[in-house]
């Protein structure tokens, strides 16, 4: 995720036959978003969003362009933005392209490979809100502490990054057929 110090970030690995909305759900997963907001993936000069009535830019359609159509390669760099209130912007680098195995050949679903630090939960406000969130989070006597605490639950821990969970939760939704 742009702009947060210390980085928030995940290692992901998923097929070049997903389209960039299937990324898109994979991305919310592994950020624990809850996809209620609209997205965007600005890939160079062009811009793609999934169809809906309440878009507000000229794009192209996310739920029909896959990956591999992108023309990218290792170090190719894009960026996904999520909750256009908030503006979650998150730099996607793809680090290297690996050939896809012949169908009896290993298991390519999508998966969390690594990441750090859990994500802001969902509408914390943007980069600037979640920063006023940690500093009310930190300290018992800010007047905003219960608030927050109430809000995030009090298992919330910003610094931990639970890999198996959201790695367990990617397998299943797609099990389920939901990516």
Do not use: C, N
């Not at 995940?10 to 997903?18: E, G, N, S």
């Not at 909305?21 to 000069?45: M, P, T």
């Not at 760099?77 to 680090?95: A, K, L, N």
């Amino acid at each position: 995720m742009r702009v947060i110090d210390p980085p928030i970030w995940r290692l992901v690995r998923v097929p070049d036959a997903f389209t960039l909305h299937q990324l898109h759900r994979v991305l919310q997963i592994v950020f624990s978003h809850l996809d209620y907001h609209l997205y965007a993936f600005e890939v160079g000069e062009r811009r793609f969003e999934a169809p809906d009535p309440e878009a507000e830019h000229e794009s192209e359609d996310a739920t029909v362009t896959p990956l591999r159509d992108l023309k990218l390669s290792a170090g190719s760099r894009f960026t996904y933005v999520y909750d256009f209130g908030d503006d979650w912007e998150h730099d996607v680098v793809v680090e290297r392209i690996l050939p896809m195995p012949l169908e009896t050949g290993p298991d390519w679903s999508p998966r969390l490979i690594g990441g750090e630090r859990a994500a802001p939960p969902e509408d914390a406000g943007g980069p600037h809100g979640y920063a006023a969130m940690l500093e009310g989070l930190r300290d018992p006597k800010h007047p905003e502490h219960e608030e927050y605490r109430q809000w995030v639950g009090s298992e919330y821990d910003p610094e931990r990054f639970d890999a198996w969970s959201l790695d367990h939760a990617l397998a299943l939704v797609l099990a389920w057929g939901a990516i």
